[in-house]
């Protein structure tokens, strides 16, 4: 995979060269899970390319449009996908292309390349929004049930669903405690490590099955306690569930406790919230921003 990203970006580094020599471009960026964008800064070292204002501008907003391709993929191929996959573990079995990468990237959108205050630097800004690769990763057509249980219990009607994960909990199978680490497609299982929530189980016209949240948008000042981004996902009357435990090759995905489950589980009205990713899952402030 490291080959095929390098051959990427030598062939678009080439073409740039060639013309401006050996200018030094560089990406700053992180991926943001509470807003699922991704956020970069490509910046053009102006006196490397020999670009001199005012004639050069074009030049050099040509080469950031050249370049910020081979340099957001890196970025894009670490997006953890579930617990076991990122974007290029995909990539590697063959169940996404490197060329969708690149269609993911030429989505974003992005401000016109601005000049430092220095007059040194050209730099433009770039957001990709991951609906679209998450979309795409849904393939089935049809979403399937939640499991049934044989014997419900007496639950209320639900606007949603918060899961309470901010802090280490036990890693299932291992004798050490994680912060849960957020991705794409997090499983959700019970107590009783019966499988309660997975993509599958999502509308095939959603984009998102979960939504991560700050534990501060749970802590508001008005009669919900929440924020207005978690109200719009869960409603003013969610379920709010504090995860018992964490699973995953990487630790992405929560255990919640059998009896929070039953209350999902035991009303059609619940079961839908699943279908609808009607779900939050509030973790740790250092674990909803990463760096490209």
């Not at 960026?29 to 910046?43: C, R």
């Not at 997975?198 to 979960?210: A, Q, T």
């Not at 992405?252 to 929070?260: A, E, F, Q, S, Y």
């Amino acid at each position: 995979m490291r080959n095929i990203t390098a051959g990427l970006g030598a062939l678009l580094m080439l073409a740039a060269t060639a013309v401006f020599g050996q200018a030094r471009v560089g990406i700053i960026g992180a991926l943001e899970w509470d807003t699922m964008e991704i956020n970069a800064a490509v910046s053009l070292d102006m006196a490397s390319a020999h670009i001199r204002l005012p004639g050069g501008r074009s030049q050099g907003e040509a080469l950031i449009t050249a370049e910020y391709p081979g340099l957001i993929l890196p970025g894009l191929l670490k997006l953890q996908v579930d617990s076991s996959s990122t974007v290029a573990d995909l990539v590697r079995r063959g169940e996404w292309s490197l060329q969708e990468t690149e269609r993911v990237a030429l989505r974003a959108r992005s401000v016109p390349p601005s000049l430092s205050p220095d007059l040194h630097n050209l730099r433009a800004s770039y957001t990709i929004g991951l609906e679209w690769i998450s979309a795409r990763l849904i393939r089935h057509n049809l979403a399937a049930e939640p499991p049934r249980i044989l014997s419900p219990i007496a639950a209320p009607v639900y606007t949603g669903i918060i899961i309470i994960a901010n802090e280490a909990l036990p890693v299932w199978g291992m004798k050490s405690t994680a912060l849960p680490t957020p991705c794409l497609f997090p499983k959700v299982w019970d107590s009783e490590m019966n499988l309660i929530y997975e993509r599958n189980m999502l509308d095939p016209g959603k984009s998102f099955m979960v939504r991560y949240a700050p534990v501060q948008s749970i802590f508001q000042e008005n009669p919900s306690g929440l924020s207005a981004e978690v109200i719009a996902i869960t409603g003013d009357r969610p379920l709010r569930i504090f995860a018992r435990g964490i699973f995953g090759t990487q630790p992405t995905d929560p255990i919640i406790d059998r009896v929070d489950a039953l209350q999902i589980l035991s009303s059609e009205e619940n079961r839908r919230l699943l279908r609808e990713g009607r779900v939050v899952i509030v973790i740790d402030d250092s674990m909803l921003h990463g760096e490209l």
